[in-house]
């Protein structure tokens, strides 16, 4: 998944790079990645997908902050280089998955098997492959359906920074907002953020009404929009009255953050997607977890938990967690059991090296030097 740490060169108040949310990055990929697993004897993680969720909400709360940031410092918000950075971030890295995967297809199965995936590869292509899905049904286990959760983050994109320029008043203005207009328009966009998601959360629950409605209930990005738009509300509230400041009140974030990850982690353990009360209210509470968790990680001053989501192997997985997510599917799906006659941990931990092999070379050749804008190989060999 793609949620962007701001650049410290950005405008506005000081956020810089956060090493804590790369920690947040790999539990939620590692959540993601176990539950595509196959089972590790009578072991699965079921609830795995939850780590989605946690994407969503950090996704949320970084980009609202680059738009709020920009706000600040200059007044308006720049759709084309917002939409531009966005491009660069997450498109060649795409591509390239989709372009290798089709090939190792063509060279393991038939031409006509690379056939039957490019619809699906297009719809990945175009974002918009969580309403594919949902128009064409096809089994869960195809080759790029895990893409769904990046159109419902792209879709994000496009339509967020309209509704921040249109609540923000960010449009014709070339003066930056000064103390009390800032602090008005974030608070404006924070209930315009709660109330959406009060709106999505609903209306899952009001589409949910047995088992036949969970895929569109699950893919869809009007009703799935609940963690992303908790995390856009989170960022605004930063904007509109400040970090929680330090003493005791860092103690309550910390330990809040603690509580919260000690609750996703169950979560991922016991839930499982067919219950009812996942589609009823449960999302929201999963939601809320993970937004306090991005609030704990994303507080500057240091505290036990930024500590422990930024010791080294955390930080470098959440560093490479959208090459990892991008590739673990496909390598999955064509490394299977039956092509390497393996199983149980062997297997799992086979798949793993590929796809980390895969998501390192993804990053160091592909997706840092692009959006860097520079030669790949003079400094990534």
Same mark, same amino acid.
């Not at 993601?32 to 697993?37: D, I, K, N, P, Q």
């Not at 920009?70 to 531009?84: D, Q, Y």
């Given at each position: 998944m793609s949620g962007t740490?701001?650049?410290p060169a950005a405008a506005g108040p000081a956020f810089g790079h956060r090493p804590a949310l790369d920690g947040v990055r790999a539990v939620a990929v590692l959540a993601? $990645?176990? *539950?595509?697993?196959a089972p590790l004897g009578d072991w699965h993680l079921d609830g795995g997908f939850i780590g989605v969720d946690i994407f969503f909400a950090l996704s949320g709360y970084l980009i609202t902050t680059l738009l709020l940031r920009?706000?600040?410092?200059?007044?308006?918000?720049?759709?084309?280089?917002?939409?531009?950075r966005r491009v660069r971030r997450l498109v060649p890295a795409l591509v390239v998955v989709l372009t290798v995967s089709l090939v190792a297809v063509a060279l393991l199965f038939q031409w006509d098997d690379v056939a039957a995936n490019r619809n699906e590869a297009l719809a990945s292509l175009f974002y918009v492959s969580n309403w594919y899905t949902l128009a064409t049904d096809p089994p869960y *286990?195809?080759? *790029?359906?895990?893409?769904?959760?990046?159109?419902?983050?792209v879709q994000f994109y496009a339509v967020w920074p309209l509704v921040a320029i249109v609540v923000l008043g960010a449009h014709g203005r070339r003066l930056p907002p000064d103390l009390e207009q800032e602090r008005s328009g974030a608070r404006r966009l924070l209930l315009v953020s709660i109330l959406a998601a009060a709106a999505s959360t609903a209306w899952m629950a009001w589409l949910h009404t047995d088992a036949a409605s969970i895929g569109r209930v699950y893919f869809g990005t009007d009703t799935r929009a609940t963690p992303i738009l908790l995390g856009c509300a989170c960022a605004a509230a930063v904007t509109a009255w400040g970090d929680v400041p330090g003493g005791g009140a860092r103690v309550v974030l910390d330990a809040a953050g603690w509580v919260a990850l000690a609750g996703l $982690?169950?979560?991922?353990?016991?839930?499982?997607?067919?219950?009812?009360?996942?589609?009823?209210?449960?999302?929201? $509470?999963?939601s809320a977890l993970a937004v306090v968790l991005v609030a704990s990680a994303?507080?500057?001053?240091?505290?036990?938990l930024t500590r422990a989501l930024a010791v080294t192997p955390l930080r470098l997985l959440g560093l490479i967690s959208y090459g990892v997510y991008l590739w673990h599917w496909p390598v999955f799906y064509l490394a299977s059991a039956n092509r390497l006659h393996l199983s149980g941990l062997v297997l799992l931990? $086979?798949?793993l090296a590929i796809t980390i092999g895969l998501a390192t070379a993804s990053y160091l050749i592909v997706e840092t030097p692009i959006r860097q804008r520079r030669w790949p190989f003079t400094r990534a060999r």
């Open positions: 740490t701001p650049s993601v $990645v176990l *539950f595509h697993a920009e706000w600040t410092s200059s007044g308006r918000i720049r759709l084309g280089a917002f939409w531009a *286990f195809t080759l *790029f359906q895990h893409t769904w959760s990046l159109a419902i983050e $982690v169950a979560a991922c353990v016991v839930v499982r997607r067919p219950s009812s009360a996942l589609y009823e209210g449960g999302y929201l $509470v999963i994303a507080h500057p001053s240091p505290a036990t931990a $086979v798949q």
